[in-house]
């Protein structure tokens, strides 16, 4: 009698655990999306990653300062600000992949902190995309795809995985982002 109990608790738990979607592991690299280190923008600041991101869910995007979508720094700012205290992490990337970040990091620096008050976490610019991209954008294109153009968004939840992309024509409080968000909270 305990033996057939067992067996009906055992039994439905072995195989939902070989049943579980893929996505629910992020396979190599995932748990260590963020097992890098990265310099602050316009800083001498190093950041390890993991210790900022690990187990907490981010907002990625890959910015220029130069882009038509440049703007979005206000939303960005404006989920930043509505989420942190809930957990959420954004950390802005600036690349120059599009041909539209600026020459100087300075001049990147002042687009973002005092021209839109930004007060995420921004990085010195990285290569968001080919065989030169940062580990780090290597690592969501596996799980997902390579930014197309500036400001393409991805929620990552607390594991490292990859759960929503957004094209840089989606603001970052479009409904569907921010529902995507509030599911990884």
């Known amino acids: 009698m305990l033996l057939q109990s067992l067996r009906h608790l055992v ?4 195989i939902a655990a070989l049943c579980a979607p893929a996505l629910a592991d992020p396979g190599p690299g995932g748990a260590a999306m963020f097992d890098h280190e990265l310099r602050r923008l316009h ?3 190093v950041v390890k990653l993991g210790e900022r991101f690990a187990g907490q869910p ?21 989920v930043h600000r509505k989420y942190k205290d809930r957990g959420l992490k954004v950390a802005g990337f600036p690349s120059d992949d599009f041909r539209q970040e600026a020459n100087d990091e300075a001049r990147t620096a002042e687009v973002c902190f005092e021209n839109f008050g930004v007060t995420f976490d ?23 795809s390579a930014p197309r153009w500036n400001f393409h968004k991805y929620v990552i939840d607390r594991s ?3 759960v929503a992309a957004f094209p840089s024509r989606v603001k970052p409080d479009a409904p569907e982002v921010l529902k995507a968000i509030e599911q990884v909270l």
């Open 11 to 14: 039994l439905p738990a072995a």
């Open 43 to 45: 800083s001498d600041e």
């Open 58 to 78: 981010v907002l990625v995007v890959n910015t220029a300062s130069h882009c038509g979508f440049t703007d979005q720094f206000r939303e960005l700012e404006a």
């Open 122 to 144: 921004m990085f010195a610019p990285i290569a968001v995309t080919g065989d030169q991209a940062h580990p780090l954008f290597r690592e969501i294109a596996r799980q997902s």
């Open 160 to 162: 490292g995985r990859v």
